[in-house]
Each structure stands twice: as C-alpha cells, then as structure tokens.
C-alpha cells in the first residue's frame, strides 16, 4: 500500500518566505522610523511653542522679558526665570533669585549649596526628543541637568556674541528687553532655536564631532576680537559642555546666536565664557526655531546666511515676511 504524502513547506519555500519578509520589513523599517522622527520633531515644536507663550506670559506679568537681570556669570539664565510660567512653581520656589547661583572665583565656581535640589532636575518642555545625546553634564563633581532650546543673543556678527553688552538680539548679562524694543517687529525677531547636548566627556585636543563640541581659543582678551577672527584661530581644545546646565547664564549653555547656519559644519567657537554659537539638532534639514510673536517654524539650513542674522536682530530694520523661502 502506497504512504499518504505528508503535508508542509519545503526549506527552499521557507527560504523565500523569510526572504520576502525580510524585504518587507527593509522596506518597512525607514517609514517606521520616519514616522517616529515626525513625532519627535512635532513634540520638539511643541516645546518650542510652550516656551514662547511662557514667555509672553512673563513680559505680560513683568512687563518685559525674562533676561538675566544678573550682570554675571553667576546669574540665572532667562530659562530658570520662566519657570512659574510652565508648570514648574514648586520648582521655582525652591530657587531664591537674589542669592547668587554659583559662588567662588570666576574659573572655578562652585555650586551654592541651596541649589542643591534643583540643578541636576531635566525637565521634558525644555527637551528635544530627538537629541539622543546625554541630558546630564558634570563639572566638579556636581551633575547637572541641560536643555535643548536656547534664546536669541544676538546675530553674533562682529561684537554681538558678546553677551556682556547689547547684543542686538533678545537677552546679554543684565538685558531688559520689551516688546517695544523690538523695532523689527516681533514677527522678524528670533526668540528661541534649538541645540544639542555637548559630547560630554573629557576634552580633546582633536575634533570628535563638531555638531556636539565647542572649539576653545584663547589669545587676548574677552571681546576685543570680532567673530569673524575668532572661528578661524586654531583650537587650544575641544569640549563637550554645551546645553549641560538649563539654569545657568552663561552663553555656552542657553544663548544662540545666528553667526553660523542652522546645523553648521564646524563647531562652536568658545573665547573666555563668551560663545559663537550655532543652533543645532538631529531633524534632517534644518531646526525647529520660535519666533518672538509666538509662533514656531521649520528653519532650513539652506536659509540665506545674512537672512538668518538678520532674525537674530531685533532692531536692524530688516522685515522677513518670506524668510522661510
């Protein structure tokens, strides 16, 4: 008597079936990832536009924006003081504004101890989903919490990125900018933009990466040399510090200017705590970036540079209807 055939896949059909799977999930894959990227550059933009009403509730309360009163590096940047304005009062409460927020000599502060509790807190409005670098930074022994979006200081031409007299832009050490001191209109003044975290880590005297470390150079002193000379000295090292304390008024950390494009291809540039510095993130062609009027646009890094500069700008007469052009 003949055997009944036995039913099933031969191993060359379980062959093709894992390979047309496998095609299926290579072609899958980068719309699945595209998707997620969406999401994350929307809730990025979400951020951004928190940020911005958070900051026209402070001038509405304060009758001008939110700049680090403080004319020192020891001050609190103008991030730390729209706290109370992002659901974040019992946070700000914790923070007495008048005490100094770091205390020693200038090259090496240290923490006041009050602060304690509140320095190395993240908070998700003032990070990127996108950026997968590392929220944490730490100097001295003491971790602090970063951020992801940075305010306006300037265009950074020449003087500008100066941050120890008026930058043209919306915050310096000691600012007190109004809605009336924007003569361009608040519709053609940046407010905030994006960067990334630093690469942390120890210093390098070779570039890594120059979307996350920032070139030092050194050679005479803070605010003589305009910028355009500062980018082309060579580097005395590299560092990873950028965006690594959310509270702190120091240009390195929370202040943007528009001397580079929108994710430029060379680093940062440091002189004596004063930063040339680019706005920077992880979404494929440009930043996301919030205007003073409120609203919240995709800036490509193929923008006209001087167009850019011209954002950063408060009062340069430049109008931009169609900067996004």
């Given amino acids: 008597m003949s055997q009944p055939k036995k039913l099933g896949f031969t191993l060359v059909e379980l062959l093709v079936v894992i390979a047309i799977i496998g095609i299926l999930v290579g072609l899958l894959l980068p719309a699945v990832q595209a998707a997620r990227e969406a999401a994350r550059r929307m809730q990025c933009s979400n ?35 729209l706290l109370p ?72 031409v020449g003087l500008t990125y100066c941050s120890r007299s008026d930058t043209n832009g919306i915050v310096w050490r000691g600012s007190n900018v109004k809605f009336a001191d924007m003569t361009d209109g608040a519709s053609n003044t940046l407010l905030l933009s994006e960067t990334l975290f630093g690469l942390r880590g120890s210093d390098t005297t070779t570039l890594l990466n120059h979307r996350t470390q920032v070139k030092r150079v050194s050679g005479g002193p803070p605010c003589v040399t305009p910028a355009e000379a500062l980018v082309t000295r060579a580097a005395s090292r590299y560092e990873g510090r950028r965006a690594g304390q959310w509270i702190r008024n120091i240009t390195y950390q929370t202040f943007i200017n528009g001397f580079f494009p929108p994710n430029a291809r060379e680093p940062d540039v440091s002189h004596h705590g004063e930063c040339i510095s680019g706005a920077r993130s992880q979404h494929t062609g440009g930043v996301n970036a919030a205007l003073a009027d409120g609203s919240v646009q995709f800036v490509s890094e193929n923008i006209n540079l001087e167009t850019w500069r011209h954002l950063h700008d408060r009062r340069d007469g430049e109008a931009l209807e169609d900067f996004l052009n």
């Fill in 85 to 156: 304005f992002i659901e974040q009062g019992n946070l700000h409460n914790l923070i007495d504004y008048q005490q100094p927020l770091l205390q020693g000599i200038p090259w090496r502060p240290t923490l006041n101890p009050a602060l304690l509790p509140v320095v190395d807190r993240p908070l998700s409005v003032f990070l990127c989903p996108s950026d997968p670098g590392d929220v944490f930074y730490v100097e001295r022994g003491q971790q602090w919490a970063g951020l992801n979006y940075v305010v306006n200081a300037g265009p950074g």
């Fill in 47 to 81: 951020n951004l536009k928190q940020l911005a009403l958070a900051t026209h509730s402070y001038e509405a309360a304060y009758k001008r924006f939110p700049g680090p009163a403080e004319d020192s590096l020891y001050g609190y940047s103008f991030q730390a003081k």
